[in-house]
């Protein structure tokens, strides 16, 4: 028997679905019977639709899109989508494997190109947010909003550093155990380098301009339980 099982409704197949995990970590293994999404992809579509209901007519830059759930759903509905992957040894700007290759410390696209900056669990991989949020701010358009997940730890008021990349590219773990999470574009993982705390929102304000919103969830007809649930909106204001 399923550790979890429930008849909701998807937001993202905008149908009836079953909801099942044999996890007790729902986070990672409550999939969708249809298009196989997980918590965190349902909560950002969920959230994607209120904002931005008229998201298809946008655009839309995502990074590190996964290929199934709300990314595939955006890449095929938005004709005006670009998804983007980090291959730090090909050239960026150009397409490698078919995404195009961009540093979101050093975006190549040109100021307000977009209205919408999406990304699920990224942030807490990158090496210098605060390059990443200046850059989401500079490339979206007056208005324009940012929607990403990341996790954030309830006993954190404050955001810790776990790892840095040096300039040579090879990781110091900071005296911390190493903490990888899975990798869409490389079976290495990817590095968690930061742990983000309540403070996350302020320190957005603070790299970027940006106002942002925090959604925290526990909804079980459109499967969003568990652990980490939060999806964060930032805009940019005029």
Not at 132 to 160: D, H, M, Q, W
Not at 179 to 198: C, M, Q, R
Not at 220 to 236: A, L, N, R
Request: proline content about 6%; glycine content about 8%; aromatic content about 14%.
């Amino acid at each position: 028997m399923p550790h979890y099982e429930f008849q909701g409704f998807c937001p993202i197949c905008e149908k009836p679905s079953l909801f099942s995990s044999e996890s007790g970590w729902y986070r990672d293994n409550l999939f969708c019977s249809g298009c196989r999404s997980i918590p965190r992809e349902r909560a950002l579509s969920l959230i994607l639709d209120e904002v931005r209901p008229d998201w298809r007519n946008q655009k839309i830059h995502e990074s590190s899109p996964a290929l199934r759930g709300i990314s595939l759903k955006m890449r095929r509905e938005c004709a005006q989508y670009i998804g983007t992957q980090f291959y730090p040894d090909a050239p960026f700007g150009e397409i490698v494997r078919g995404f195009r290759n961009e540093n979101l410390e050093r975006l190549t696209f040109p100021d307000n190109a977009f209205d919408i900056f999406v990304s699920l669990d990224v942030m807490e991989h990158v090496n210098y947010p605060e390059k990443v949020f200046a850059e989401s701010a500079r490339t979206l358009a007056t208005g324009g909003v940012c929607i990403f997940t990341a996790p954030t730890y309830k006993n954190r008021v404050v955001t810790e550093r776990r790892a840095v990349y040096l300039e040579d590219g090879t990781p110091d773990f900071l005296g911390n155990k190493p903490e990888y999470h899975g990798n869409p574009v490389s079976d290495k993982g990817a590095l968690v380098t930061f742990h983000y705390g309540y403070d996350l929102p302020e320190l957005i304000r603070e790299w970027s301009g940006m106002d942002t919103r925090t959604y925290r969830f526990h909804d079980h007809k459109h499967g969003v339980i568990g652990e980490f649930t939060e999806v964060y909106v930032c805009w940019k204001r005029g």
